[in-house]
């Protein structure tokens, strides 16, 4: 069983800068491919960021430049470092997973970007 833990959402200008983590219960990242998304209030499930398990990235339009993703397999852990931030990428973040043909999601972080 996979267990995926956001952390790292809040508050914050905009023009600011925020980083997510995604603690995984295994070690997994080295093998899998990996994503951020988000959801908005109102708004479907959106695809930010992903990470191929050769370490290719891919971004949504609205966030390239912007944010990027990586991760840190000695620590299982996935990163979204956001900065310039605006107050349309207010939302609940979410990791997820493919791992042996199940996907699997963390229980979000919330991020509120605002004056």
């Known amino acids: 069983q996979v267990q995926l833990v956001e952390s790292g959402g809040g508050l914050v200008q905009p023009g600011g800068s925020l980083r997510l983590a995604c603690a995984a219960s295994?070690?997994?990242?080295?093998?899998?491919?990996m994503g951020w998304y988000r959801q908005a209030p109102g708004k479907l499930r959106e695809l930010v960021a992903i990470?191929?398990?050769?370490?290719?990235?891919n971004y949504a339009e609205s966030v390239k430049d912007r944010f990027t993703i990586s991760r840190d397999n000695a620590k299982n852990t996935l990163y979204l470092q956001m900065t310039s931030l605006k107050p349309e990428d207010t939302a609940v973040y979410y990791c997820?997973?493919?791992?042996?043909?199940?996907?699997?999601w963390g229980q979000g972080t919330t991020v509120t970007v605002s004056s």
């Open positions: 997820n997973t493919l791992v042996a043909g199940m996907i699997y």
């Open positions: 990470i191929s398990s050769g370490g290719k990235s």
């Open positions: 295994l070690s997994i990242l080295s093998d899998n491919p």
